[in-house]
């Protein structure tokens, strides 16, 4: 699945999970669209930073410490994008469980697939 495809699923996803998910507000589509590349970029770049520095937690908490990190990275995203509000923690936390649920729900049937024959 190419780049710009991931983009769009994640765009939709966005939208869908702020149109459900009270205390989440996407202004506009094309906000949706920039909240889904800055959480890309958030999640490529900070994201293995974090978790790095948090690995002890992560650990002892046997991994539950990520679903912090994810909401840490929407509350990032929320601060530098003028559109895009969450009202807190948990919010985010369920916000981004919702997204990367709705990701793969929508994702399924694009996987590549390269075959030798």
């Not at 009270?22 to 669209?33: D, Q």
């Not at 590349?37 to 958030?42: A, G, M, N």
Request: charge should be neutral; avoid cysteine.
């Amino acid at each position: 699945m190419n780049f710009l495809t991931r983009i769009i699923i994640s765009t939709i996803s966005v939208l869908v999970v702020a149109y459900i998910l009270p205390g989440v507000e996407v202004s506009t589509p094309y906000v949706g669209f920039i909240v889904a590349v800055v959480l890309t970029l958030l999640n490529t770049i900070v994201k293995p930073v974090l978790i790095i520095l948090t690995l002890p937690i992560t650990i002892v908490t046997m991994g539950l410490f990520l679903l912090v990190i994810n909401g840490i990275i929407v509350l990032i995203a929320n601060h530098f994008i003028h559109g895009f509000s969450v009202s807190n923690l948990f919010t985010a936390i369920i916000f981004s469980l919702l997204v990367s649920i709705i990701n793969g729900l929508l994702g399924i049937g694009q996987t590549d697939r390269r075959r030798d024959d």
